[in-house]
């Protein structure tokens, strides 16, 4: 398991998350949510050790990792997909998921499971030999996400994955982590302002609001809360019931 404990963290003079807590098991997706500014992205920074940890603690499967580095915290299994994908553009599709391989030494070296990244990402077998930059914005999303799994991850942490995507290329995203899923035994992280679309693919779900969590539990059940309704939704409580009888 992925937990955070009581995760202080932010930049220069200022704290922007105030004592978080989080658990990501493997196997499991768990959204994120939150409106612009929350912290959602400096959790996710956080937790991959690309932003120093305050106070509180990092465990990765019982071992505290919160004073290691990104590097390090990689290689054991915790790995990110960026905000953005930085793709190496120059380099072909292939090299972009090899470099996944050799960024977590040892742990990259047992022979790929091509076919199973084959079955999640179709784009991999049919443009592996295509520069990264000729992709589209959703090819390349495919790919940073191929480049992380390529590592071996226990726990994937993905942020805002659909960011600058159309809806469309949103919805095949969203089914590629479905995927993900379904092929990999791995816990991935969902850090998304897509609040609905998150919210109907994890199965658990962390509202983060002004650097604290202010909601969690199943997914569903915090779809259904009246303040994520209301909040992030527009759903219950936004607009009265327009037609039927009056409750007696
Ligand atoms: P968004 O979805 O808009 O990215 P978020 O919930 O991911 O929102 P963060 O990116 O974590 O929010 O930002 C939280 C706070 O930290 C914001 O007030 C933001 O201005 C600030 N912040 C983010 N990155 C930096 C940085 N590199 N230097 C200084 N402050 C930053």
Redesign the pocket.
């Known amino acids: 398991m992925l937990e955070a404990r009581d995760v202080v963290s932010g930049?220069?003079s200022?704290s922007?998350l105030h004592g978080v807590d989080l658990e990501l098991d493997r196997e499991e997706i768990v959204a994120v949510v939150?409106a612009?500014?929350?912290?959602?992205?400096?959790l996710a920074r956080t937790l991959a050790g690309l932003l120093p940890l305050r106070s509180g603690n990092i465990i990765l499967d019982d071992t505290q990792v919160g004073a290691s580095s990104s590097h390090s915290r990689a290689r054991h299994g915790l790995i990110m997909v960026p905000e953005g994908r930085r793709l190496f553009a120059g380099l072909t599709v292939r090299e972009n998921i090899n470099l996944g391989r050799s960024a977590v030494g040892k742990r990259g070296s047992d022979p790929e499971p091509a076919d199973v990244l084959g079955d999640i990402f179709p784009i991999i077998k049919e443009r592996e030999n295509q520069r990264a930059g000729l992709l589209s914005g959703g090819e390349q999303q495919q790919v940073a996400l191929a480049r992380a799994l390529a590592g071996r991850p226990r726990y994937l942490l993905l942020d805002?994955p659909s960011l600058g995507l159309s809806p469309a290329l949103t919805t095949q995203l969203f089914e590629t982590i479905a995927r993900i899923r379904e092929h990999l035994p791995v816990g991935i992280l969902l850090?998304e302002?897509m609040v609905d679309r998150a919210l109907a693919l994890a199965d658990r779900a962390y509202v983060?609001e002004r650097g604290r969590v202010v909601l969690s539990g199943t997914a569903a059940d915090v779809a259904a809360s009246p303040e994520v309704q209301r909040a992030y939704l527009g759903g219950a409580g936004s607009a009265p019931a327009s037609d039927g009888p009056a409750a007696p």
Do not use: D, R
């Open positions: 930049y220069g200022v922007v939150g612009n500014g929350a912290g959602k992205s400096t805002e850090v302002q983060v």
